[in-house]
């Protein structure tokens, strides 16, 4: 076979550092942003933080043939008109308490185990998940313990620890699934009422029936008046379907932290829109490396051999340092730019916080907008948030698709899905209104909406289907 030279013209598309770099910062919101920065300062020797009060230099373009001449560094400053009159300096306080786990254990240190079975009791609430149930079978975690901590038990051993376990509290803690939890819960009641013990007796025999909601079927079967069945399930319904929950001293590391990246503010009918730059740190480049640098530079310009490796190192640290400034600079405007264009499109909205006046709005809207790629709006908006006078808002929430009406005239679906709501907040309980039915009210009403669209605006609300919403 031949071998054969020839030339080929082809294009390609390739991503600088300095875009991979400035695509990865756009995606974050303020809360990793913040570790981000301190991330870069902790790798790069030449970022430092600027501390307040310092004297604030404008940032400029440097060639890498004026490192050795100038005089002036790139600086960032994150916090330049952006704080609202209102803002006030705050310490914020954190504070600790126990896990659930840490107040279960202390709990077994009141009850007579020994120290076998401590260590496997401890294991077991180790195993509990943050709702308070115990998900994982017992014999792997029989397993577990074998290989981790050595020690050889059954399941019949556990089951023993787990029955002391279930005496703790809260209530409900360590259940297998919602049926035995509910029950624990209700044997810590005392049953002193007619009402308690007939919930009782449902959860432990009529368990599948009260779920799928058979009210009439369970009346006949129990043979109880409606009011008695009534007042029995109020009982159940106080009960705890999450255990865990119960217990908030310490919190949990999953608890979901809402830093909003936008402030925005309402007066006198005019908007004022800032960059949430609270913990934010400022970074500039360190002078004293550009000093370095000056000095092991000879005056006819040369650098002596000994000196060659540190000035490029310095070099390229401030390369990536510049690089990152400049970045960070370009987030934020890319940040402000998309965040104007979405004020200006759903003004009527950010006046009162009315969804009913959301306009239908996609990506590529904003990216017509802003002439941006849809993808860099769809990293924009994503996991960001923006603080109003009237709640912390998700910017992907005012993202909605189009609706048409019979006359013609374009709607959001949040619209629907507020009239979905009110149609389904007003139903008569006892006969919940089907999908079926709920589609005919809409096109009643003049929106061309389909059965599934209407299954699927339901389950976005969290709200079960007709059968699951019948009370009695």
Known sequence: MAINQKQLLTLQQKLSPQQ??????????????????????EENIVLEEERPGEAEEEPRQISVEEYLKEDDTPTYKSRINNFSKDDKQRTVYLSGGRSLQEYLVEQLGYRNLSERQLRLAVYLIGSIDEDGYLRRELFSIADDIAFTLGIETSEQELERLLEEIHELEPAGIGARDLRECLLLQMNQIPPTTRSRRLAKRILEHNFEEFVKKHYEKLIQRLQVSEEEFREALQEIRHLSPKPGNLYAEGGSEATPYIIPDFVLDYHDGQFDLSLNSTGVPEVKINRRYVEMMREMVQPDGSVKSENREAVQFVKSKIDSAKWFISAIRQRHDTLMRTMQEILNYQTEYFRDGDKSKLRPMILKDIADRTGLDVSTISRVVNSKYVQTPFGIILLKSLFSE??????GEEVSSYEVKTLLQRFIDGEEKRRPLTDETLMVMLNDKGYRIARRTVAKYREMLGIPVARLRKQI
């Open 20 to 41: 991979i770099q400035m695509i990865k910062l756009l995606e974050l919101p303020t809360m990793q942003l913040e570790q981000r920065i301190k991330q870069e300062i």
């Open 402 to 407: 189009a609706m048409q009406t019979d006359s």
